[in-house]
């Protein structure tokens, strides 16, 4: 099996947000996490985008550049952070990077997505990922901190019911999903009350942080290198200190711990 290629994080969660700072949010975490890794600056991908018109060569937008997909159609910075903060019954804002033939990269380049519908009972989403071989074939002490950081700000910000950050293969569910057999639509819905697998580093929703016994007992038996309490009920479990050094044992004593709120 070919090892694991992508920096993955996600944050999922029920219930409405204040949209300006997610827009805020979103904003600088595509100018700290995934910029740095695209040799284009945020005015030059909306002026690309602005200008851009689909044809059969390049249908998901300009060839090496980012697609900022907004329902408006609008491509600016402002329309951005308006249909964020103003938002309809649904919307998808994406940032892709994209190949010489204008299709996403998968093995070599990052996307950001966020997913949200004004529905609480619908899972609201913020998906990152990188590819590996961006970070040079090493992702530096100071690298993964910035993105533990960004996963601890937007789980405050959106009340988020879960999340991780992790080495992944790429695709829409979790490697622990694969191996249970279950599909996204299920783990998405159940993600306030069932952990969508141990990672690197996992984040324990209220609901799960209880089933586990409370606040005081995960902080204090959970088999991590590091444990954070957000407030809320919410904790963070960073399962070792280097993101690409986890040794198969660390997961398998995490899993065990998870166990009562795994699939």
């Not at 308006?82 to 299709?103: K, T």
């Not at 590819?131 to 910000?157: E, N």
């Not at 690197?200 to 016994?213: C, D, E, I, S």
Request: with cysteine.
């Amino acid at each position: 099996m070919s090892p694991p290629h992508v920096v993955r994080m996600e944050l999922d969660w029920f219930g409405p947000v204040d949209r300006p700072p997610l827009a805020t949010w979103f904003g600088t975490l595509f100018t700290d996490l995934l910029a740095p890794l695209c040799p284009a600056s945020v005015d030059e991908l909306v002026s690309v985008a602005r200008d851009y018109f689909p044809s059969d060569t390049t249908p998901w937008g300009p060839p090496g550049y980012a697609r900022l997909l907004l329902s408006s159609g609008d491509f600016s910075p402002a329309a951005w952070n308006a249909a964020l903060s103003d938002l309809p019954s649904f919307l998808r804002v994406q940032l892709v990077q994209l190949d010489s033939q204008g299709l996403p990269l998968v093995d070599g380049g990052w996307s950001a997505e966020v997913v949200l519908k004004d529905d609480p009972e619908f899972p609201h989403q913020v998906v990152v990922a990188a590819a590996r071989s961006l970070f040079g074939g090493w992702i530096s002490h100071a690298v993964q901190q910035d993105w533990l950081t960004k996963l601890r700000s937007g789980a405050a910000l959106v009340r988020a019911s879960g999340g991780w950050i992790t080495l992944d293969r790429a695709g829409p569910r979790t490697a622990h999903e694969v191996s249970a057999g279950v599909g996204i639509d299920e783990s998405l819905f159940m993600a306030a009350e069932l952990s969508r697998g141990p990672h690197w580093a996992t984040l324990l929703g209220p609901r799960q942080v209880a089933a586990l016994g409370g606040v005081q007992q995960v902080c204090s038996a959970a088999p991590c290198f590091a444990i954070t309490d957000l407030g809320g009920g919410r904790i963070l479990l960073q399962l070792t200190e280097h993101l690409d050094e986890v040794p198969e044992e660390a997961v398998v004593e995490l899993t065990r711990f998870l166990r009562p709120v795994l699939h």
